[in-house]
């Protein structure tokens, strides 16, 4: 009897629902996979219950936004025999949290930005455009770089800047916004906002369907808020109204699931002198975090905008050669997805040499120092005088 009761498994002693509570309690995706790896019956409590994704959700409960989950084979489907959909479903959430854990902890954070969706609203657009904010330096060209919101009488009044991601699926843990000190403007004032909250989520549109900001009407219209499905929304954090690059550390690693990110400017703190209205301005602005594709790529098909997360296992081992390379017998959906990936992976490319700064000589062009003295954006000082916005004092003489 003694010998019976040892060789017996234990989950068929305590059932399958008291086991499934105990695996339950599990918090780390590593212990549930080396669970479902003592035994048939382990493995399957832990599949059939769903335990990977209900792990996964308790890491990053943005996953709970996915309307569905798929597995890309690189190799066209064959005809073997039917797996069930738990069997799919622990594979992709158990790597899903295991990426999300192990990247967390080991990967250090770097810049995420590809390139600008659109602001709320631009003082004067193109010049004062929010794609000013990709660089890091206050003075591009001999002229100021920064974005400007428009001018308001209410200090509430809110703004947003919207960006993309370098990638469908990130994991972001801090984002750094430099506020714009106004040197050409008596005082030399700090355009902060009171607050910032940040925005993840993504396009309701398939991709493709966004279009390129060529006017500031556009610009408003591919930043409505109804176009897009935000996943995530951080608590209100204090800005300081000093120039520097200042940083907020979210909570908890957030999964941006679509790679759109918004930065919510909430309130002002200064008013330009020329016209008495409250204006916000930013000088730069970073979304720091991990990309986890092309091991997991995102797709918006759904009619209401709802996101399908992509696993691609065969995409684990590959490197950034193997991506460059067609394959004929890979199936259509791996074609389609790697191709994508490689499409942003160039794109994010010439970006990042885009914004290298460039180094002038003193006489560049037949243009020397002495005609940029006193000259900011190739606009005189008398010019630039309490003028944020592009409206001068003479403007408001009469």
Not at 61 to 73: C, D, F, G, L
Not at 133 to 160: C, H, K, M, Q, V
Not at 210 to 227: I, L, Q, S
Request: proline content about 6%; some cysteine; glycine content about 6%.
């Amino acid at each position: 009897m003694a010998e019976e009761c040892c060789s017996a498994d234990l989950l068929e002693w305590i059932g399958p629902d008291v086991s499934a509570c105990v695996f339950g309690r599990l918090d780390h995706p590593a212990d549930l996979v080396r669970a479902a790896a003592v035994s048939r019956t382990w493995r399957r409590c832990v599949v059939e219950s769903g335990l990977s994704k209900s792990l996964c959700l308790r890491l990053c409960p943005e996953v709970a936004t996915v309307a569905a989950a798929a597995e890309v084979a690189r190799s066209p489907p064959s005809t073997a025999a039917h797996e069930s959909g738990h069997e799919r479903d622990y594979r992709i959430y158990s790597n899903l949290a295991g990426a999300y854990v192990s990247d967390s902890a080991a990967k250090p954070s770097a810049e995420c930005i590809l390139d600008c969706i659109g602001a709320s609203r631009t003082d004067d657009f193109p010049a004062e455009t929010m794609e000013n904010t990709l660089d890091e330096e206050e003075i591009i060209n001999f002229r100021p770089s920064y974005w400007s919101s428009g001018g308001a009488d209410d200090p509430e009044a809110p703004e947003s800047l919207t960006y993309r991601l370098n990638s469908d699926i990130c994991i972001v843990d801090e984002i750094r916004v430099r506020p714009y000190q106004a040197f050409f403007q008596d005082g030399d004032p700090i355009y902060s906002s009171k607050v910032v909250r940040f925005r993840m989520g993504h396009y309701k549109l398939p991709r493709g369907s966004e279009t390129f900001v060529m006017d500031d009407y556009e610009n408003k219209m591919v930043n409505a808020d109804e176009k897009y499905m935000w996943t995530y929304t951080s608590p209100e954090f204090p800005m300081l109204q000093k120039n520097e690059l200042q940083s907020f550390k979210l909570p908890h690693p957030v999964l941006c699931i679509g790679g759109v990110v918004m930065i919510e400017l909430l309130g002002r703190v200064q008013k330009q002198e020329a016209d008495d209205r409250y204006y916000i301005c930013v000088c730069h602005a970073e979304v720091m975090g991990r990309s986890l594709s092309p091991l997991f790529m995102v797709e918006i098909s759904d009619p209401e905008g709802y996101s399908i997360l992509k696993y691609l296992p065969g995409a684990k081992d590959l490197s950034i050669d193997d991506f460059l390379q067609d394959d004929t017998k890979d199936s259509p959906e791996w074609h389609y997805l790697v191709g994508r990936y490689r499409q942003m992976n160039h794109r994010a490319v010439v970006v990042s040499a885009l914004l290298e700064p460039v180094h002038y000589m003193h006489d560049v062009g037949g243009i020397s120092d002495d005609d940029h003295e006193d000259d900011v954006g190739g606009i005189s000082d008398d010019d630039h005088e309490d003028d944020v916005g592009g409206i001068s004092d003479d403007d408001y003489l009469e």
